[in-house]
């Protein structure tokens, strides 16, 4: 059983950082896709960033140059470095996996099965 666990969130205020751990368990995310979703209260889900099959980073524009996406095979972790987090950063943030077999194929991690239960962020001004 696949189970994806965040953890990290809290409240901030503007200006400060914030790192999100994402444990994942049943699968081994080496190899495939993941990345880092968030939704505030009324609006759509957004991607915040996310890791390709190809390991490149990518980032909505929204945080580059603010937040970082990594993660550590050995740990079977998923990590979101957040900085100068602003106001409208504030929302429930989640991690999706995707093994690389679908990854390979183009499907967008975030039609992926395998989420956590997402970790709340806020940020006051």
């Known amino acids: 059983q696949v189970q994806l666990v965040e953890s990290g969130g809290g409240s901030v205020q503007a200006g400060g950082s914030l790192s999100l751990s994402c444990a994942v368990s049943?699968?081994?995310?080496?190899?495939?896709?993941m990345g880092w979703f968030r939704q505030a209260p009324g609006k759509e889900r957004e991607k915040v960033a996310n890791?390709?099959?190809?390991?490149?980073?990518r980032y909505a524009e929204s945080v580059k140059g603010r937040f970082t996406i990594s993660k550590d095979n050995t740990k079977n972790t998923l990590y979101l470095q957040m900085s100068g987090l602003k106001p409208e950063d504030t929302a429930m943030y989640y991690c999706a996996v995707a093994p690389s077999w679908y990854c390979s194929r183009g499907y967008p991690v975030e039609n992926s099965a395998y989420w956590g239960q997402g970790t709340q962020v806020t940020v006051s001004s």
């Open positions: 890791i390709g099959i190809d390991s490149a980073a």
């Open positions: 049943g699968y081994t995310i080496s190899g495939g896709c």
